[in-house]
C-alpha cells in the first residue's frame, strides 16, 4: 500500500512539473498607457516571444539590440511577435517610452511597473524569455542572456 501510494504522489508531481503553464490573466498597459490583457498577446497563428527587460539591465538592452538586428530576417523565414515587457518600476518606466523611441526597435513594448505579470509567471530575474504557442501555452521559458541566446531562441521558434 506505501509503495502504491508513492508512486501516486510522484505521478502527481511528474504531472505538475510537466503539465503546460497558459499565459495568465494578468492586465500591462502599452506604452500609451492603454490597459491591456497579457492574454491578448496570444496569436493562434504564430509563436509569441515575449521578453521580460528593464532600462537599467545592460544583458537586456544587449539582447533586445540583437534580436532587433535578426527580427526582420528572421519574421520572413518564420512568423512570430516579439513583445518586449518592460518590468520598470513607476520611478524608472518615464524613461522607457524615449530609449524604445531612441532604438527604434520594432517589436510591441507594455509596461508591467507593478511586476504584476512577472510575478504571476514567477521570474525572479530578468533578462527573461518566453515562447507561447498559438494555444497560449508556455512552451519554452530563458533566464539570462549571453550574446548568442538568440540565434537558440530562434531555433526554438523554428521548431513551432
Not at 532587433?68 to 518600476?89: H, L, M
Not at 498559438?134 to 537558440?152: A, L, M, P
Request: include cysteine; charged fraction near 25%; glycine fraction near 4%.
Amino acid at each position: 500500500m506505501k509503495t502504491l501510494l508513492i508512486f501516486y504522489v510522484l505521478g502527481l508531481l511528474f504531472f505538475e512539473v510537466n503539465a503546460q503553464k497558459k499565459l495568465p490573466n494578468v492586465n500591462v498597459k502599452d506604452l500609451q498607457g492603454q490597459i491591456v490583457s497579457a492574454q491578448s498577446f496570444v496569436d493562434d497563428e504564430m509563436p509569441v516571444v515575449i521578453s521580460f527587460w528593464a532600462t537599467w539591465c545592460k544583458p537586456c538592452l544587449i539582447e533586445l539590440e540583437n534580436v532587433s538586428e535578426q527580427y526582420d530576417d528572421w519574421k520572413e523565414e518564420k512568423p512570430f511577435k516579439f513583445i518586449a515587457v518592460s518590468t520598470d518600476d513607476s520611478r524608472s518606466s518615464s524613461r522607457v517610452k524615449s530609449l524604445v523611441a531612441g532604438k527604434g526597435w520594432p517589436f510591441d513594448f507594455y509596461l508591467d511597473s507593478n511586476q504584476d505579470l512577472k510575478r504571476a509567471l514567477n521570474i525572479s530575474l530578468i533578462p527573461y524569455i518566453l515562447i507561447i504557442n498559438s494555444k497560449g501555452e508556455i512552451v519554452y521559458q530563458h533566464s539570462g542572456y549571453t550574446v548568442g541566446d538568440e540565434y537558440e531562441l530562434f531555433e526554438k521558434i523554428q521548431s513551432l
